[in-house]
């Protein structure tokens, strides 16, 4: 029970109370949209996939978490690129998650979220707040001059799934959304026809809200510059799953400095959020052969998610 503070007259809980209620009623929704009606109880609860102990393998400096007590939560900071650290030990497999997860890890995790928790019906008006913002940028005052517009973000409000890119390309700065060209239509189709899913059901978003010209990677002060608006999108929406897309959105996202190669097909947290990273699906249309690993990585998504994975045809 929690203990009242006799003094000022107020339970001291109460906040973190109700903050715990709304998180659980949110998950619940979530749950429901997605087929959930029953939940188990807990004896015959089959095992919560844990797909965070996150290996914290980057980060060099004062940032750097100690493994394990308590489980860290890798913590985005769009800083330069540090050196290449020792390669860390391979970790431990992923473990082997239930086929239809009740509940996704990160409702009691911890997270480091510095804004108040948005109703879901609250979120569309919260965003084009955002969104509003974001049109007026004038940070990086070189991409401000070039663009034709801010790409903003495409997708849900209450998405259980978020995609992050790069940033924009010459299509996606012409149509202000996000992943619409070549690489886009390919992550369409990984949504879709991989995961079953509708593209108008995930939130998609870039690192930048601005197209680098020439599609050059951006700087890491043009990532620090606008990195704000990309947490409080995720401060606002709450995914439940977020999917790194390709090296520049892992990066600054884990702080690491870790190839994609080590760093998909396993789970790492933001803010506390259990997150993948796999390849950018330009790369994939660049490099097909990669396609099967990339595929490999969603269905590790969609096994958490509780989500049906189809059968290999023939
Ligand atoms: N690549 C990205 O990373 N983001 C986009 O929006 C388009 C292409």
């Not at 992550?187 to 939130?203: A, P, S």
Request: hydrophobic share 40%.
């Amino acid at each position: 029970m929690a203990e009242i503070d006799a003094e000022a007259g107020t339970d001291p809980y109460e906040e973190e109370r109700a903050r715990l209620v709304r998180q659980v009623r949110a998950r619940l929704e979530s749950l429901a949209r997605a087929g959930v009606a029953t939940l188990p109880k807990s004896p015959e609860r089959p095992p919560v996939p844990r797909p965070a102990p996150a290996i914290v393998e980057s980060a060099p400096g004062p940032i750097a978490a100690p493994p394990m007590t308590p489980p860290p939560v890798e913590r985005p900071r769009p800083a330069p690129t540090p050196p290449t650290p020792p390669q860390a030990p391979t970790p431990p497999p992923a473990p082997k998650p239930a086929a239809r997860p009740v509940a996704a890890p990160s409702l009691f995790g911890s997270n480091e979220f510095k804004s108040p928790f948005v109703e879901p019906a609250d979120r569309p008006a919260a965003l084009e707040v955002l969104r509003a913002e974001v049109a007026a940028c004038v940070k990086c005052a070189n991409l401000a001059a070039t663009r034709t517009q801010t790409v903003f973000a495409d997708g849900s409000a209450t998405a259980r799934l978020m995609f992050i890119g790069e940033a924009p390309g010459a299509d996606e700065d012409r149509r202000g959304v996000p992943f619409v060209g070549k690489a886009g239509q390919l992550l369409t189709d990984m949504i879709t026809k991989g995961m079953g899913l509708r593209r108008e059901d995930v939130f998609i978003a870039n690192i930048l809200k601005c197209r680098p010209p020439e599609n050059r990677d951006p700087t890491p002060q043009e990532s620090s510059n606008c990195f704000g608006y990309l947490e409080r999108q995720i401060e606002i929406v709450r995914p439940e799953f977020i999917c790194l897309l390709g090296r520049i959105s892992a990066s600054t996202l884990l702080n690491t400095a870790l190839s994609m190669s080590r760093l998909r097909g396993r789970w790492h947290r933001v803010y506390g959020i259990p997150t993948i990273a796999t390849y950018h699906p330009a790369y994939l249309l660049r490099t097909p052969t990669a396609k099967k690993d990339a595929w490999e990585d969603l269905q590790m998504l969609m096994r958490a998610m509780g989500l049906v994975i189809p059968k290999k045809k023939g």
